[in-house]
T-cell receptor, first 112, second 114 residues
Framework: AQRVTQPEKLLSVFKGAPVELKCNYSYSGSPELFWYVQYSRQRLQLLLRHISRESIKGFTADLNKGETSFHLKKPFAQEEDSAMYYC??????????????FGQGTTLQVKP | GAVVSQHPSWVICKSGTSVKIECRSLDFQATTMFWYRQFPKQSLMLMAT?????????EQGVEKDKFLINHASLTLSTLTVTSAHPEDSSFYIC??????????FGSGTQLSVL
C-alpha cells in the first residue's frame, strides 16, 4: 500500500540548531517525493521535490531508497521556518504529479 | 508563480443543503485539478482528480454522488457537496497542475454544516 509516514507531530528546536523532519514512505514503484510547507494562515506551497535536487531556503532532502526515507534537513533553523511541513508522494508520470499522498504533517517550532 | 483561486474561503450551511466550491487557475490552464479534504489536525486526503471535459476520478471511499465535480473549462473546477450533513464539515483544498507538472494549491474552503 502507498503510504507516507511522518512520525513526529511536533518538532521544537532553538534558533540556530539543526533540523531534521523525518519522512518514510511505502511505494512499490518509483515514486516522486515532495516536501510542502504551510506557514501560518497561508496556503500550502511546494518547498522542494527530490527530482530537482535543489535547496530551498536552506532546506535539503535526499531520497534514500534503501531506507525508503526522504528526511528534510536544515543545518541552522530560523524563526521564520516555523510552520507545518508535509511530506508527500506521487506515483509520478505525466499527469500524475498532482495525485499526492500526504503524510500527517509535522509542526516545526523554532524558538528564539 | 501560478495562482490558484478557491472560493469561498469559508461557508456555513444548514444540513440538507448543497454547497458549491470553485477552484480557478488564474494565469494558466489546468487540464487536471485535484480536490483534497483535511480534517482538523489530520493530513490532506485526496478525494478526486478532476479532468477537463471528462468525468472525475474518485478515490476509494469517496461518494461520487455526494461530491459532484465539474471541470467545464481549463481554468475552472467545481466541487458541490450535495445534501450536506455535519459529518461533511471539513477543510476542502483544491490544487491545479501546470504544463510542466508543477502543482499549486488553493487557499482552501472551510465548510461547516449545522
Amino acid at each position: 500500500a502507498q503510504r507516507v509516514t511522518q512520525p513526529e507531530k511536533l518538532l521544537s528546536v532553538f534558533k540556530g540548531a539543526p533540523v531534521e523532519l523525518k519522512c518514510n514512505y511505502s511505494y512499490s514503484g518509483s515514486p516522486e517525493l515532495f516536501w510542502y510547507v504551510q506557514y501560518s494562515r497561508q496556503r500550502l506551497q511546494l518547498l522542494l521535490r527530490h527530482i530537482s535536487r535543489e535547496s530551498i531556503k536552506g532546506f535539503t532532502a535526499d531520497l534514500n531508497k534503501g531506507e525508503t526515507s526522504f528526511h528534510l534537513k536544515k543545518p541552522f533553523a530560523q524563526e521564520e521556518d516555523s510552520a507545518m511541513y508535509y511530506c508527500a508522494l506521487s506515483g509520478g508520470g505525466s499527469g500524475n504529479t498532482g495525485k499526492l499522498i500526504f503524510g500527517q504533517g509535522t509542526t516545526l517550532q523554532v524558538k528564539p | 508563480g501560478a495562482v490558484v483561486s478557491q472560493h469561498p474561503s469559508w461557508v456555513i450551511c444548514k444540513s440538507g443543503t448543497s454547497v458549491k466550491i470553485e477552484c480557478r487557475s488564474l494565469d494558466f490552464q489546468a487540464t487536471t485539478m485535484f480536490w483534497y479534504r483535511q480534517f482538523p489536525k489530520q493530513s490532506l486526503m485526496l478525494m478526486a482528480t478532476s479532468n477537463e471535459g471528462s468525468k472525475a476520478t474518485y478515490e476509494q471511499g469517496v461518494e461520487k454522488d455526494k461530491f459532484l465535480i465539474n471541470h467545464a473549462s481549463l481554468t475552472l473546477s467545481t466541487l458541490t457537496v450535495t445534501s450536506a450533513h455535519p459529518e461533511d464539515s471539513s477543510f476542502y483544498i483544491c490544487s491545479a497542475g501546470t504544463a510542466n507538472e508543477k502543482l499549486f494549491f488553493g487557499s482552501g474552503t472551510q465548510l461547516s454544516v449545522l
